[in-house]
């Protein structure tokens, strides 16, 4: 089930990431993924509308880079206080979220390491906490390997990034080619796992 895989993996992940000021798991993608498991299991619903409605900047984010609008879909679950398909709805999100750091990193090419690399590691975060667990039962069903892939590409877009050195000494430049590759296989293979994601237009950087 998505939801009980989702749920499991939030709990129990313990891995690091920070980033645009939030500690551990402080980003609202990923606080108000977890509010909405827990007071939707509860029935909850107007906590449920109210915290999805404190990330209404993300959700017209990604429709603004990608043309996805997620709203109708998921305004659907919750009149209709349809759990599963607000967590799809929010898994979807999770996704473009993730799609999106990848897309201002190339649109800026890589030249400013700290940004790109904060945003890499929020997206890493959003996966490792939020989609890793059903990509693991993909896996476990159809003898895939594609959450050992995802981290393989996350270490590669990261060594993409170059490096700034220390006072300049040993600075290694970034590879553009190299971390659009990575990046696109993690889209790649989520879609596979996750068929029910709209993952927008293809944009031309």
Same mark, same amino acid.
């Given at each position: 089930m998505?939801i009980?895989?989702?749920?499991?993996? %939030?709990?129990?992940?313990? #891995?690091?990431?920070?980033?645009? =000021? +939030?500690?551990?798991?402080?980003?609202? %993608?990923?606080?108000?993924?977890k509010? !909405? @498991?827990?007071? $939707?299991?509860?029935?909850?619903? /107007?906590? !449920?509308?109210?915290? @999805?409605?404190? *990330?209404?900047? #993300? @959700?017209?984010d990604?429709?603004?880079?990608?043309?996805?609008?997620?709203?109708?879909?998921?305004?659907? &679950?919750?009149?209709?206080?349809?759990?599963?398909?607000v *967590?799809?709805?929010?898994?979807?999100? !999770?996704?473009?979220?993730?799609?999106?750091?990848?897309?201002?990193?190339?649109?800026? $090419?890589?030249?400013i390491?700290?940004?790109?690399?904060v945003?890499l #590691?929020?997206?890493? /975060?959003? +996966?490792?906490?939020?989609?890793? $667990?059903? !990509? #693991?039962? +993909?896996?476990?069903?159809? =003898?895939?390997?594609?959450?050992?892939d %995802?981290?393989?590409?996350?270490?590669?877009? &990261?060594?993409?990034? &170059?490096? @700034? =050195?220390?006072? =300049?000494?040993?600075?290694?430049?970034?590879k553009?080619?190299?971390?659009? %590759?990575?990046?696109?296989? *993690?889209?790649?293979?989520?879609? *596979?796992?996750?068929?029910?994601?709209?993952? &927008?237009?293809?944009?031309?950087?």
């Open positions: 998505i009980t895989l989702c749920a499991l993996n %939030i709990l129990f992940c313990q #891995r690091y990431s920070a980033g645009y =000021g +939030y500690k551990k798991s402080e980003d609202p %993608i990923i606080t108000v993924f509010s !909405v @498991i827990f007071n $939707g299991r509860k029935g909850d619903w /107007e906590r !449920v509308a109210l915290d @999805i409605d404190t *990330i209404s900047d #993300r @959700i017209d990604v429709k603004n880079i990608f043309d996805v609008n997620l709203r109708p879909a998921l305004n659907a &679950g919750l009149c209709q206080h349809n759990f599963q398909e *967590i799809k709805v929010m898994a979807n999100l !999770v996704f473009l979220a993730m799609k999106e750091k990848f897309y201002w990193n190339i649109s800026e $090419g890589l030249r390491f700290m940004k790109a690399k945003r #590691r929020l997206a890493d /975060e959003y +996966y490792t906490l939020l989609l890793s $667990g059903n !990509v #693991r039962r +993909y896996d476990r069903l159809n =003898g895939t390997k594609f959450h050992d %995802i981290f393989n590409k996350f270490a590669e877009a &990261g060594n993409a990034l &170059g490096s @700034i =050195g220390f006072l =300049g000494a040993g600075a290694v430049s970034p553009l080619n190299d971390f659009e %590759i990575a990046t696109k296989e *993690i889209e790649q293979k989520l879609l *596979i796992v996750f068929p029910y994601f709209q993952s &927008g237009e293809e944009i031309t950087y």
